[in-house]
């Protein structure tokens, strides 16, 4: 249906316009976008539900339980994940005086 009324536009747009074709490969690539957003929406959505019903398998559920944790780290505000950053250095410091002792 999106990719008829796309053609008809486009050929409309090329003959009423010199930069008719730009246009519609604008517009084609904003509509594959967009298809794409929502496909990677309704597969998180289609995991979650399968983690409730716990229907996932191992392999689903680690790459489920990965992609939550990715998630969630990029939610976390900049002073928390310096906080987080600070901890993880002075870690490593530490470490790095008990292997040079």
Known sequence: MYFLMLLLVG?????????????VGGIIFAVVIDQYRQTMYMREDIQAIKKHLNIMSKEELDTYEMDQTYKD?????????????????????????????
């Open 11 to 23: 050929v409309v747009l090329c003959f009423l316009f010199p930069y008719g074709p730009i246009l």
């Open 73 to 101: 780290i990029d939610r976390i505000s900049s002073e928390r994940m310096d906080v987080i950053n600070r901890k993880i250095e002075a870690e490593l410091e530490r470490e790095n005086k008990n292997k040079k002792t």
